[in-house]
């Protein structure tokens, strides 16, 4: 069963702890995208990877970080450096050749 | 960097009404994508189209690159078409979102 798969679904954390958000592709694809979405709006880009042990920041990465040591997995860690975490958390895969993306199901996390 | 605008920002339709949605870039892009966002957040490939038409059943897409914009077509709307639907774009591997447009089709 291919595709792209994000966990947990809903994620609550207190003030002041970091948090990781797991995704993970078996769609053999390159590249590996981390997006958030806030109510009404669309998305923004946090970090990207476009190869195995390495990432770039996106328009909005102060606060979080990534790895990417296996192709197939990309786990995104919101620390508690981020001012307003709580968001829809969106991972995305693709291919190079044409930079088309494919969207996880997402991960929704509050801050309480 | 790229802007994207879309419009209108909301739409009501009766079921069975047809509805063009549309999405400006405001420099080149080489990448485009329409996406569907269904009530639980998963968002749908609709189309990848940096240039050209596109059809898939009772939608279509448009884009003319060298005018900057983007088009979807939504024939015979269903109450399932509603959500929001966003296009996005990017020159360097990225994508850049406009905010979307949410449509409501009303039985």
């Known amino acids: 069963d291919g595709g792209i798969t994000q966990s947990p679904k809903y994620l609550f954390r207190k003030e002041g702890q970091n948090v990781t958000l797991s995704c993970e592709q078996n769609?053999?694809?390159?590249?590996m995208y981390w997006y958030r979405q806030d109510p009404g709006q669309g998305l923004r880009l946090i970090y990207y990877?476009?190869?195995?042990?390495?990432?770039q920041k996106g328009d909005i990465a102060e606060g979080y970080s990534v790895s990417r040591e296996k192709k197939e997995s990309f786990p995104l860690t919101v620390t508690s450096a981020q001012k307003n975490p709580t968001a829809f958390y969106l991972c995305?895969?693709?291919?190079?050749?044409?930079?088309?993306?494919?969207f996880g199901p997402g991960t929704r996390l509050t801050v309480l | 960097g790229i802007q994207v605008e879309q419009s209108p920002p909301d739409l009501i339709l009766q079921e069975g009404a047809n509805s063009t949605l549309r999405c400006n870039f405001s420099d080149s892009v080489n990448n485009l994508q329409w996406f569907h966002q269904n009530p639980w957040g998963q968002l749908i490939n609709l189309f990848y189209i940096p240039s050209g038409t596109k059809q898939n059943g009772r939608l279509s897409a448009t884009t003319v690159a060298t005018e900057r914009y983007s088009l979807l077509y939504i024939s015979s709307s269903q109450t399932t078409d509603s959500g929001v639907y966003f296009c996005?774009?990017?020159?360097?591997?990225?994508?850049?979102f406009g905010k979307g447009t949410k449509l409501s089709v009303k039985p």
């Open positions: 995305a895969s693709g291919v190079l050749t044409n930079n088309e993306q494919f």
């Open positions: 996005a774009g990017g020159s360097q591997g990225n994508l850049i």
């Open positions: 769609l053999n694809h390159d590249a």
């Open positions: 990877s476009q190869i195995v042990n390495d990432f």
